[in-house]
């Protein structure tokens, strides 16, 4: 638990964003208050249970984690993009409480209603769900959707490098798809921005 925290600490640290610098430096005292609600936000979050697994490439389980989120339903005859658009800023809330990103598999009823079930792999630079990880009486689809932390440089977690274990500190750019996130057809990213994007 412990690389984990500390690495959610790097993270947070890394990933302040550019509008975060342009106002006056961060005394010490609000950089501290700061650390210290990340650390009470991790360690809440590690609470949350076990919701389902996936399995790598190479055949090894991960675990997926519930992140404290109700399921999110579509309204009826709502399109998906409207309905990603609508449920987001709770899911990219928890990624700057954490530095996870979050994601969930897009799910669909019989009357044609979107659901989704918010995970996270407690992982800065991936995500994935199980197509069982649905709201009740839903269906997954081969669609999902994810977040990105809001800074250019992306820290691994523990399950970072428990699911590779190359995983290195990574420039990324937080509002736009990544190459991997474009190689999985089906891909929506809540940017944290406040965009939608898909490929």
């Avoid at 675990?63 to 409207?82: R, T």
């Avoid at 937080?174 to 929506?188: C, I, K, R």
Wanted: net charge negative; proline share 6%; glycine share 8%.
């Amino acid at each position: 638990m412990k690389n984990i925290n500390l690495f959610g600490c790097s993270l947070l640290l890394l990933s302040l964003s550019a509008a975060s610098f342009a106002k006056d430096p961060f005394s010490l005292d609000e950089l501290a208050a700061f650390f210290a609600q990340r650390q009470a936000n991790l360690e809440e979050r590690h609470r949350d249970p076990q919701v389902g697994q996936v399995v790598t490439a190479d055949g090894r389980n991960i675990l997926v984690y519930a992140v404290g989120l109700k399921d999110s339903i579509s309204e009826p005859g709502q399109s998906l993009s409207s309905f990603l658009a609508s449920s987001g800023d709770p899911l990219r809330q928890r990624t700057a409480e954490t530095g996870w990103e979050v994601c969930a598999r897009i799910c669909v009823s019989k009357d044609g209603r979107y659901g989704i079930r918010p995970a996270t792999l407690r992982a800065s630079l991936v995500c994935a769900t199980s197509a069982n990880i649905c709201p009740a009486g839903f269906l997954a689809t081969d669609k999902n959707v994810h977040t990105h932390g809001d800074g250019t440089v992306a820290v691994p977690t523990e399950a970072d490098l428990l699911i590779n274990p190359a995983s290195e500190v990574t420039s990324i750019i937080p509002n736009e798809l990544s190459p991997e996130d474009m190689a999985v057809p089906g891909t929506w990213l809540l940017a944290p921005d406040g965009s939608l994007k898909h490929n």
